[in-house]
């Protein structure tokens, strides 16, 4: 008798209390577009919910570096059930020690190319939903010294396409 293995996907969106003050909350949003080049684009927006003016690298932006957010894509339907897609290869970066003054309630909103992170993502829309997660540790910076602040992490899902039908917006 064979045995059979169910494996089920649990996603936990986790806020932790961070270095600025305990109640302080960021949020960060974030849906996946469509170009009209076919390029597949994670919008996001952060936003400063705290009480204070904060500071922040930019560099240390999710989006403005490759490694400043974890990103794990995974195939839905596919066999083996949940398989990852392939990372590309990530470049090397030079960081930079300008800051972004985020006053309270500010908002700022940057994008990262999906296409370029999965180079087989559009190959494999094309068969599959895939699931995005998305993991976010932000730091502040105060008196030149680094804060370790709160995990802002997430999920969307990006739903398989058509050529045919040619999608504006996945979200």
Same mark, same amino acid.
């Given at each position: %008798?064979?045995?059979?293995?169910?494996?089920?996907?649990?996603?936990?969106?986790?806020?932790?209390?961070?270095?600025?003050?305990?109640?302080?909350?960021?949020?960060?949003?974030?849906?996946?577009?469509?170009?009209?080049?076919?390029?597949?684009?994670?919008? %996001?927006?952060?936003?400063?919910?705290t009480s204070e003016q904060v500071a922040i690298y930019k560099s240390d932006l999710p989006w403005s570096s490759p490694y400043s957010m974890q990103l794990l894509a995974i195939r839905?339907?596919?066999?083996? !059930?949940?398989?990852?897609l392939p990372i590309g290869i990530l470049p090397a970066i030079s960081?930079? !020690?300008d800051t972004l003054i985020?006053?309270?309630?500010?908002?700022?909103?940057?994008?990262?190319l999906l296409d370029y992170r999965f180079p087989s993502l559009t190959t494999d829309l094309r068969?599959?939903?895939?699931?995005?997660f998305y993991s976010y540790k932000l730091h502040t910076v105060r008196g030149g010294q680094i804060l370790s602040g709160q995990r802002l992490s997430g999920a969307v899902t990006i739903e398989k396409w058509s050529p045919i039908s040619r999608p504006e917006s996945i979200e």
């Open positions: %008798m064979k045995a059979f293995v169910h494996w089920s996907l649990a996603l936990a969106i986790t806020i932790l209390p961070g270095a600025i003050h305990a109640g302080d909350s960021w949020t960060l949003s974030a849906a996946v577009e469509r170009s009209p080049d076919g390029q597949h684009i994670l919008n %996001m927006k952060l936003k400063n919910g839905l339907g596919s066999i083996p !059930p949940y398989e990852q960081v930079s !020690p985020f006053d309270p309630g500010q908002t700022a909103s940057g994008h990262i068969r599959f939903d895939v699931l995005l």
